[in-house]
């Protein structure tokens, strides 16, 4: 099992895509990616969810505590 952490900082948008399509060709089944943000970033979550789901990953989204931060914990849909 490996762990990809992904830190989608502000202005990044295209490269932080990237980042994430380029990373999810390298996870395996048991794999976690998660995704993080600035909470107040957290509406570009949606083309992010799409985005993974159509390559088929289960997405949880998830926020802190402090409600600074907003995560996305990706896994790779069991049997794709």
Same mark, same amino acid.
Do not use: C, Q, W
């Given at each position: 099992? %490996?762990? @990809? @952490?992904? !830190?989608?900082?502000?202005?990044?948008?295209? +490269?932080?895509?990237?980042? *994430?399509?380029?990373?999810? =060709?390298?996870?395996?089944? !048991? /794999?976690?990616? %998660?995704?993080?943000?600035? !909470?107040? /970033?957290?509406? =570009?979550?949606?083309? *992010?969810?799409?985005?993974?789901? !159509?390559?088929?990953?289960? *997405?949880?989204? =998830?926020?802190?505590?402090?409600?600074? +931060? @907003?995560?996305?914990? %990706?896994?790779?849909? +069991?049997? /794709?």
């Amino acid at each position: 099992m %490996v762990d @990809y @952490y992904i !830190n989608f900082d502000r202005g990044s948008d295209l +490269k932080g895509i990237t980042k *994430i399509l380029d990373t999810i =060709k390298k996870i395996e089944e !048991n /794999d976690e990616l %998660v995704i993080t943000m600035d !909470n107040s /970033d957290a509406f =570009k979550s949606g083309f *992010i969810r799409e985005t993974l789901e !159509n390559k088929g990953f289960e *997405i949880l989204p =998830k926020g802190d505590h402090m409600g600074e +931060k @907003y995560k996305l914990i %990706v896994h790779k849909k +069991k049997g /794709d």
